[in-house]
């Protein structure tokens, strides 16, 4: 269901500009620039949607899911975990949980990581990311969770591409997934919201 956040659609209206090939720019907010006071607001909305005592942990993907996942983490008081795009040098081989992920945007496939020792078995974990327009790396995201042998309790967006499959295939897999806006077009250089 869509579930649009006011103060952020208002943001969107404001900020963003349409880029070629169905590319929202935020970069005043969302992938460059960062207002704190802003991402505090959206990390008190995803409270609100997300029951706290439902998850143990937040994980995120670098790079540009840390920040809102780490102010949720700061209100909730609870650790947040990034899986890597590069297998860091510092990572026990035997500790290693990876995965593919495809990019359409970028058009790459990329190796993402996770170590055994930060999300365990049977700990119930959130998905928190910026983007939500194909969804491989929340499918990634919940390959490396099963992996783990711990529990994906949701998955929450700032921005859902709703013209895009991503939403529909983890709703489609009975994942709660929560997006703060989404948005129906972009097309003709117009940002159209989903109703
Ligand atoms: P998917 O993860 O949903 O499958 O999406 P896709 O492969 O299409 O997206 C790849 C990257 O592009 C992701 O960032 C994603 O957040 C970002 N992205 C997708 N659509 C948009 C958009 O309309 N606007 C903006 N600004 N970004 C978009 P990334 O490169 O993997 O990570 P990051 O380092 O930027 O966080």
């Not at 500790?95 to 190796?111: A, G, P």
């Not at 994906?152 to 806006?181: C, P, T, W, Y």
Request: hydrophobic share 45%; charged share 20%.
């Amino acid at each position: 269901m869509v579930n649009n956040f006011p103060p952020l659609i208002a943001r969107i209206k404001q900020e963003g500009k349409c880029l070629a090939g169905g590319v929202l720019k935020v970069d005043s907010f969302v992938n460059h620039q960062l207002d704190p006071d802003f991402l505090m607001l959206m990390a008190e909305e995803f409270n609100h949607r997300f029951v706290p005592q439902s998850y143990d942990k937040i994980i995120t993907i670098e790079a540009s899911g840390i920040a809102h996942a780490v102010m949720l983490g700061y209100l909730t008081n609870k650790k947040v975990v990034f899986a890597k795009k590069k297998k860091p040098s510092t990572m026990d081989q035997s500790h290693m949980l990876t995965t593919e992920v495809y990019s359409f945007t970028k058009n790459i496939t990329q190796h993402i990581c996770l170590s055994r020792e930060f999300i365990r078995a049977g700990e119930r974990v959130l998905f928190i990311d910026d983007f939500l327009a194909n969804g491989k790396a929340a499918q990634g995201i919940l390959d490396l969770v099963q992996q783990a042998q711990a529990t994906l309790v949701g998955m929450g967006f700032i921005i859902e591409k709703s013209f895009q499959d991503g939403g529909k295939n983890l709703r489609q897999q009975q994942i709660h997934v929560e997006s703060l806006a989404s948005i129906a077009s972009l097309d003709n250089n117009t940002i159209t919201l989903a109703q």
